[in-house]
């Protein structure tokens, strides 16, 4: 199993950015993806999950903003983020797991994380 994250980058604040996580050597659809992300000096948190029937799950801090999808037949998710916000500023990690947490601990594979940095 491996995952690969992309998109992140730099935005000013209001902003918008798209992160895709593709992943090969499994069919993603069968299992929950999630996405978290981890800012300097801070503990990796949940910011949004998608299960195998489509099921969406967000964080508090980014329902209304950002929007977590599939697209099983890529094999990829996708995490829409608009109205950035300068506290959103983090790496942000996809994740793989056979069932739905909030915990980043619960989550068996990740891949390697894209920074995002949204300016003020």
């Known amino acids: 199993v491996q995952l690969q994250a992309s998109g992140g980058g730099l935005v000013q604040a209001g902003g918008s950015l798209r992160l895709s996580c593709a992943a090969s050597?499994?069919?993603?659809?069968?299992?929950?993806m999630g996405w978290f992300r981890q800012a300097p000096g801070k503990e990796r948190e949940f910011v949004a999950g998608?299960?195998?029937?489509?099921?969406?799950y967000y964080a508090a801090s980014v329902q209304g903003r950002f929007t977590i999808s599939r697209d099983n037949a890529k094999n990829t998710v996708f995490l829409q983020m608009n109205s950035l916000k300068p506290e959103d500023t983090a790496v942000y990690y996809c994740?793989?797991?056979?069932?739905?947490?909030?915990?980043?601990?619960?989550?068996?594979?990740w891949g390697q994380g894209t920074l995002v940095t949204v300016s003020s």
């Open positions: 998608i299960g195998s029937g489509g099921r969406t």
């Open positions: 050597g499994y069919a993603l659809g069968s299992y929950v």
């Open positions: 994740a793989t797991n056979w069932r739905f947490s909030r915990r980043w601990s619960e989550y068996d594979y």
